[in-house]
């Protein structure tokens, strides 16, 4: 399967990183110093995604400002001359011409439709969906290790990014069965969607990384509402698993939940700490603290 494409649903409200999304979308929150739609935007890159689908909604515009050319910025920079390294970081960060696309979520009506929303444009091939408040750090990227599973697997099917939560905390989650395995890729045999307390079929939780065939869209037409009154992607999942295969893939990587709080600060430190030009000086800087 070729993926050219790949869905970035970012109309969400961010109601969990309040107040700092009040006026601010949640995906323009910085970690160390880069946007978190800007380290997806990167993964995808990385993966071979040729075509940036972005599904927004009302007080998103910086997202789209973000990935185009600022001239005010650029001719200052040029102009002071001795700002050659912030000049080749924006130049590196810039999408070719044509390569993004915008569209729009009108209301909230969850994540099923926001990925609804964005068919016309990726139109009748496989695609892949990436969540931008779950970051993973690893290389090579998440979506890169998915593409090659799904391009080893010769047929029409589906993948799922799954990483292991503990027991007693899949009810928090979307819970995937084990079918037949093969190394870190195995048949997702049902998906449960926050089961009760003790009924998981597994304890591999999907993730925000998806591969999905474009028959998806078809079902998310007509998919009624479910949990939380939203058009769930898992309900119309399991529609699809139906008559397509499902695989879900254990990543190699640090998977971190940035729409909280506490994995917000957890991956400021995780990608700082990655970073040789700041391990050093973080460190001394936590010292301080740990030393209270």
């Known amino acids: 399967m070729k993926i050219r494409k790949a869905v970035f649903p970012v109309a969400g409200l961010g109601t969990r990183v309040l107040p700092a999304t009040k006026a601010m979308p949640k995906e323009m929150l910085t970690i160390v110093d880069k946007p978190l739609i800007q380290y997806v935007y990167d993964e995808a890159k990385e993966a071979g995604i040729e075509h940036f689908i972005f599904v927004t909604g009302r007080n998103k515009g910086v997202i789209e400002d973000h990935f185009d050319r600022m001239f ?37 009506l969850g994540l099923g439709h926001a990925v609804w929303c964005a068919r016309d444009i990726v139109g009748d091939e496989p695609f892949a969906v990436v969540l931008p408040d779950e970051l993973v750090l690893n290389t090579p990227g998440c979506l890169a290790q998915m593409i090659e599973a799904a391009n080893k697997l010769g047929e029409k099917s589906n993948v799922l990014a ?8 899949t009810h928090q989650y979307g819970i995937c069965g084990v079918g037949k395995r093969t190394g870190k890729m195995f048949e997702v045999d049902g998906m449960v969607e926050k089961p009760a307390k003790g009924t998981a079929p597994s304890n591999l939780s999907i993730t925000g990384r998806y591969i999905l065939q474009p028959e998806i869209f078809k079902i998310l037409e007509t998919q009624e509402r479910g949990a939380g009154g939203e058009i769930q992607l898992t309900d119309a999942m399991r529609a699809l698993a139906k008559t397509q295969k499902f695989y879900g893939l254990e990543f190699e990587g640090e998977r971190h939940d940035c729409g909280s709080k506490p994995g917000f600060l957890r991956a400021n430190i995780a990608y700082g700490m990655a970073r040789a030009d700041l391990r050093d000086g973080l460190r001394a800087e936590m010292k301080k603290y740990l030393e209270k």
Do not use: C, H, W, Y
């Open 72 to 108: 005010e910025l650029d001719t200052t920079l040029a102009a002071r001359g001795n700002k050659k390294a912030e000049q080749d970081i924006l130049a590196r960060d810039q999408p070719a011409a044509g390569a993004t696309s915008f569209t729009r979520q009108q209301a909230p």
């Open 162 to 169: 799954v990483e292991a939560v503990p027991e007693d905390m």
